[in-house]
């Protein structure tokens, strides 16, 4: 079964239930979660929520934290800093290194002209793991 499980979080629910999903099956499998936030350094960096650049990482390292210890599993919890590189890039190779045999992640679904726009870091990932990866797709509650 599963030793270890990279969860890519960011600010966004979906992230969160997907952090939680993976600490649910961490239970069962005696797995280590393995949180990991990239945190975008740019001259100004803005979320939708409208909070900037390291509110967003306290914020979210603290959110993190708090659903970790909601679990009795081993977890790590770590913060890396990006400057243009693509995320999904950083995730797979962040699994790798940590010998990760699981990531799971949330996905926003975008579909159509936002997806061309934005892209999917939930698509890249899928195109470049060497492990199996989850996802945990948005809450239609919540569209």
């Known amino acids: 079964m599963y030793q270890k499980i990279l969860v890519p979080v960011d600010e966004s629910e979906v992230a969160m239930r997907a952090l939680a999903e993976a600490c649910r099956l961490a239970q069962n499998t005696q ?4 949180a990991v936030h990239i945190r975008e350094y ?3 960096a803005w979320s939708s929520s409208g909070i900037a650049g390291d509110e967003i990482n306290d914020e979210v390292i603290n959110r993190v934290q708090a659903i ?8 790590e919890c770590v913060g890396l800093d990006n400057s243009g590189e693509k995320v999904a890039k950083i995730i797979c190779r962040e699994a790798k290194q940590r010998h990760c045999d699981l990531i799971i992640m949330g996905t926003h679904g975008l579909t159509g002209l936002m997806h061309l726009l934005m892209g999917s ?3 890249g990932v899928l195109r470049h793991a060497k492990m199996p990866v989850m996802l945990i797709r948005q809450n239609e509650d919540n569209e």
Not at 68 to 75: A, D, F, M, P, T
């Open 31 to 34: 797995a280590t979660v393995c």
């Open 68 to 75: 970790l210890q909601q679990y009795s599993i081993q977890s």
């Open 121 to 123: 870091v939930a698509e």
């Open 42 to 44: 740019a001259p100004v």
